[in-house]
Nanobody
Framework: QVQLVESGGGLVQAGGSLRLSCAAS????????MGWYRQAPGKQREVVAT??????TNYADSVKGRFTISRDIVRSIYLQMSSLKPEDTAVYYC??????????WGQGTQVTVSS
């Protein structure tokens, strides 16, 4: 059973920063890829940033230059968010893909950016 647990969300003013963490129940290198997604009220879930087992990262255009995905060498990935905007307000989810069609989600953490 794979578990992903997010933490670090909260309320921040526009222009501020937050760091999200995702702790996995198994080594992160057992995943082909991991990433962060978000879902704002009334909108579909969208990808924010991903990182492959090999360390290749990808970002949504809307967060490039502001967000950074990283990982440690054991069980966690992170999302450093800077220059936050009100439109970044959403529930942020951690995702881990073991193989095609076999992926897992955390419970989500709320990020609210006030103007």
């Amino acid at each position: 059973q794979v578990q992903l647990v997010e933490s670090g969300g909260g309320l921040v003013q526009a222009g501020g920063s937050l760091r999200l963490s995702c702790a996995a129940s198994r080594t992160i290198f057992s995943f082909n890829a991991m990433g962060w997604y978000r879902q704002a009220p009334g909108k579909q879930r969208e990808v924010v940033a991903t990182i492959t087992r090999g360390g290749v990262t990808n970002y949504a255009d809307s967060v490039k230059g502001r967000f950074t995905i990283s990982r440690d060498i054991v069980r966690s990935i992170y999302l450093q968010m800077s220059s936050l905007k009100p439109e970044d307000t959403a529930v942020y989810y951690c995702n881990g893909v073991l193989s095609k069609g076999d992926d897992y989600w955390g419970q989500g953490t709320q990020v609210t950016v006030s103007s």
